[in-house]
T-cell receptor, first 114, second 112 residues
Framework: EPEVTQTPSHQVTQMGQEVILRCVPI?????FYWYRQILGQKVEFLVS????????KSEIFDDQFSVERPDGSNFTLKIRSTKLEDSAMYFC????????????FGDGTRLSIL | GEDVEQSLFLSVREGDSSVINCTYT??????LYWYKQEPGAGLQLLTY?????DMKQDQRLTVLLNKKDKHLSLRIADTQTGDSAIYFC????????????FGSGTQLTVLP
């Protein structure tokens, strides 16, 4: 069964450094998402992306965050200058032709900011 | 508003049925989902229900939806130790937002 893949599984970064989290969505999917889960808290929506532009973003997704689909397969989340509070599990998800189809999630990247 | 609530913990004996409950507040939600998260893993889609349905059954899983009370439940029949995980309900409200709103998750522990 096709799946969403995320790399790396764990990223350790110094505060203030830039980090790029990578995702390969399911190949025929059109809608892409990033969510995060701070340890012990709810899964929170960050951003949705369709047709090479951001569809929706939450208050969390400030100017430090950006997303990109640099080629036909990858979908990346960049955090420009990481803060301690960015430490979380980051999940990528994708869905098919219609945005209300179920979202399929990757296994996540655990981001640890030191 | 959008707020999804779940109880935090549930323990059952192996072989018993588990019922995980969820309440949501956005009555216009069109789809409601159940995801499973095993330790250190991602979110696995278990099942979902469209808001015009009352019930959906898929093997050992039964989803019940009470739209009037905005109550969603997931019943797992013949619960096994491999079912131990965190279970999240999530709603997908209509409109321009294409974002899932998750509950806090219910930690299911299956005792031998």
């Amino acid at each position: 069964e096709p799946e969403v893949t995320q790399t790396p599984s764990h990223q350790v970064t110094q505060m203030g450094q830039e980090v790029i989290l990578r995702c390969v969505p399911i190949s025929n999917h059109l809608y892409f998402y990033w969510y995060r889960q701070i340890l012990g808290q709810k899964v929170e929506f960050l951003v949705s992306f369709y047709n090479n532009e951001i569809s929706e973003k939450s208050e969390i997704f400030d100017d430090q965050f950006s997303v990109e689909r640099p080629d036909g397969s990858n979908f990346t989340l960049k955090i420009r200058s990481t803060k301690l509070e960015d430490s979380a599990m980051y999940f990528c998800a994708s869905t098919g032709s219609y945005s209300n189809q179920p979202q399929h999630f990757g296994d996540g990247t655990r981001l640890s900011i030191l | 508003g959008e707020d999804v609530e779940q109880s935090l913990f549930l323990s059952v004996r192996e072989g018993d049925s588990s019922v995980i409950n969820c309440t949501y507040t956005d009555s216009s939600s069109t789809y409601l989902y159940w995801y499973k998260q095993e330790p250190g893993a991602g979110l696995q889609l278990l099942t979902y229900i469209f808001s015009n349905m009352d019930m959906k059954q898929d093997q050992r899983l039964t989803v019940l939806l009470n739209k009037k009370d905005k109550h969603l439940s997931l019943r797992i029949a013949d619960t096994q130790t491999g079912d131990s995980a965190i279970y999240f309900c999530a709603e997908f409200p209509p409109g321009s937002a294409r974002q899932l709103t998750f509950g806090s998750g219910t930690q299911l522990t299956v005792l031998p």
